[in-house]
């Protein structure tokens, strides 16, 4: 089913629901199904939209888009006041009336949420463990996956009403050892300075760490936020210079392309941390 008409005016980015960038399903009155990723909504509703006749341009004339679906396709169009989904190119638009599209199903949204949407998650989430405890067993008990056909014989899964319990232990807190400087000297770290080390450091405790002089390196990549489509994603790696205390570290950024998972810091660059412009702690 397709729909040819003039260009769409793109200030009109997206509707209230639904996302530029989302796929839907067409149908019509046949069996067959096209999936169109849309690009805009129209600026104007369906009713005052007109598309090149039979979809040809060959003589540029042109009906509305509503007896353009009701000859081509039999199908009367009951909510005209809408706006229609545009797909398709600039150069060639594709109209489709959203009362014969569907979205389609489980799209992932990678778009930045609004502060409603961020309050509703963090709600959500952010929850004391007792609380998210008693809503995973009503969840478990509600969806009764052991009485699941497709659960219990085609997967052949059972599942407990109860949690797992699983063994855990609590890790004692580091023990610092201060410098003759005390607690009350002001340090500046940015400058390289400090007033703790790591008690297990100097006392050679720390597994590996501490049978040979050892350099502890430290990397990750940062990302923009959804909806930014253009800054750069943004590299670090940091290592330690003090072995066998390993509290002081260096660190190095480099800016990269966007989305881009793997670092390009390579070991030319870690070779000249020496050389970084700051020291991190």
Known sequence: MQVFGAKPDTKRSSSGILRQGAR????????????????????????????????????????????????????????????????????????????????????????????????????????????????????VHHNNYNNDKLVNEEFGIQVRAELASVDARVLPPPRLKYHDTGKETQVDPRVGGRNTVLMSAIERRIPFVTDRPTIIFGADVTHSQPGDDASPSIAAVVASMDWPEVTKYRGLVSAQGHKEESSRISIKHIRILKRAPFIME
Request: proline fraction near 3%.
């Open 24 to 139: 839907a399903e067409t149908s019509g009155n046949s069996k067959r199904t096209q999936t169109w990723k849309i690009t805009v909504c129209s600026n104007g509703d369906v009713q005052a939209l007109r598309t090149v006749k039979n979809g040809v341009s060959t003589t540029g004339e042109k009906m509305s888009v509503v007896e353009y679906f009701r000859q081509k396709y039999n199908i009367i169009l009951e909510y005209t006041f809408l706006p229609a989904l545009v797909a398709g190119s600039d150069a060639k638009p594709v109209y489709l009336p959203m009362e014969i599209c569907k979205i389609v199903e489980e799209q992932r949204y990678s778009k930045k949420l609004n502060e409603k949407q961020v309050s509703a998650l963090l709600k959500a989430t952010c929850q004391r463990p007792d609380v998210r405890e008693g809503s995973i067993k009503q969840m």
